[in-house]
């Protein structure tokens, strides 16, 4: 089975603090996603990856950077974070292009 | 990537019932799928339907897709507690570069026991 884990369920920051969210898949997929979902919003895509130190910009990544310098890692950057950024965050990784994407767990990031 | 639009909203229906929510999207797509998400929890894939394919079934799931009409229906049948979530379509016309996947805001299930 794929599985995807998120190095953390729930985190509580201050606004400004660095924080990094990571992401990590053991099926060798080349794609791997960042989304934020909040209430009445649904899921809204940050950022993308389909290879190796390669990222594409999503619906809303302002705000945030992304990384990916290996394979089965992806992690999601927030510079600076704020009030605004609270909310559940969702990694996802696929095989081909736009097929099924399997999830992590999600973490809920407060910040404060 | 396009959007899916789920209907209805929220759904609230007695255990041993059936539950049937739709999706409605834009443009031409070369495959649609459904996701369920529990509380608290990230996305599960459930089932993936093929633009040339009409009907497919999955335990006591069906998916049913009518391209004239740019829709398709998600099917549970003889619903239980445990199918108490949020269910997602997403439809794609892959290829290229477009690798990407946009979700709607789901359908919310209650399954009453």
């Known amino acids: 089975d794929v599985k995807v884990t998120q190095s953390s369920r729930y985190l509580v920051k201050r606004t400004g603090e660095k924080v990094f969210l990571e992401c990590v898949q053991d099926?060798?997929?080349?794609?791997m996603f960042w989304y934020r979902q909040d209430p009445g919003l649904g899921l809204r895509l940050i950022y993308f990856s389909y290879d190796v130190k390669m990222k594409e910009k999503g619906d809303i990544p302002e705000g945030y950077s992304v990384s990916r310098e290996k394979k089965e890692r992806f992690s999601l950057i927030l510079e600076s974070a704020s009030t605004n950024q609270t909310s559940m965050y969702l990694c996802?990784?696929?095989?081909?292009?736009?097929?099924?994407?399997?999830f992590g767990p999600g973490t809920r990031l407060l910040v404060l | 990537s396009q959007q899916g639009e789920e209907d209805p909203q929220a759904l609230s229906i007695q255990e041993g019932e059936n539950a049937t929510m739709n999706c409605s999207y834009k443009t031409s797509i070369n495959n649609l799928q459904w996701y369920r998400q529990n509380s608290g929890r990230g996305l599960v894939h459930l089932i993936l339907i093929r633009s040339n394919e009409r009907e497919k079934h999955s335990g006591r799931l069906r998916v049913t897709l009518d391209t004239s009409k740019k829709s398709s229906s998600l099917l549970i049948t003889a619903s239980r507690a445990a199918d108490t979530a949020s269910y997602f379509c997403a439809p794609s016309n892959s290829g290229g570069s477009n690798y990407k996947l946009t979700f709607g805001k789901g359908t919310l299930l209650t399954v009453n026991p």
């Open positions: 996802a990784s696929s095989f081909l292009s736009v097929e099924t994407q399997y």
């Open positions: 099926m060798d997929h080349e794609n």
